[in-house]
């Protein structure tokens, strides 16, 4: 089982970037594909981005060429870089480990998903 704890979310205004972490503890999460996730008030959660084992990256429409992946598996951290950011952007942000990075965000998380407890990044238009 794993253990994720997000941070780096704030108070930004539209067009500023951010950079949230997700520091994993426990086994074998080098092993899992991992993603990152939101939810805005009133909303569902979506998925917003995705990393595989091989680094193979996918994205929701909404933020590809503004929103960066990636992994370091030595320091057991994954990174979501967001730059352009937008006010439809504030939500509550999740890490999630054990998830499938298919073409549609909608089928990458699962029953055997493992969740942070999420950093709230809040964009002021």
């Known amino acids: 089982q794993v253990q994720l704890t997000e941070s780096g979310g704030g108070l930004v205004q539209a067009g500023g970037s951010l950079k949230l972490s997700c520091a994993i503890s426990?086994?074998?999460?080098?092993?899992?594909?991992m993603g990152w996730f939101r939810q805005a008030p009133g909303k569902e959660r979506e998925g917003v981005s995705c990393i595989n084992m091989a680094g193979t990256t996918k994205h929701t429409d909404s933020v590809k060429g503004r929103f960066t992946i990636s992994r370091d598996n030595a320091k057991s951290t994954v990174y979501l870089q967001m730059n352009s950011l937008k006010a439809e952007d504030t939500a509550a942000y999740y890490c999630?480990?054990?998830?499938?990075?298919?073409?549609?965000?909608?089928?990458?998380?699962?029953?055997?998903?493992?969740w942070g407890r999420g950093t709230w990044v809040t964009v002021s238009s």
């Open positions: 999630a480990a054990n998830v499938e990075c298919f073409d549609s965000p909608d089928t990458w998380s699962s029953r055997d998903t493992s």
């Open positions: 426990g086994n074998p999460w080098s092993s899992y594909a």
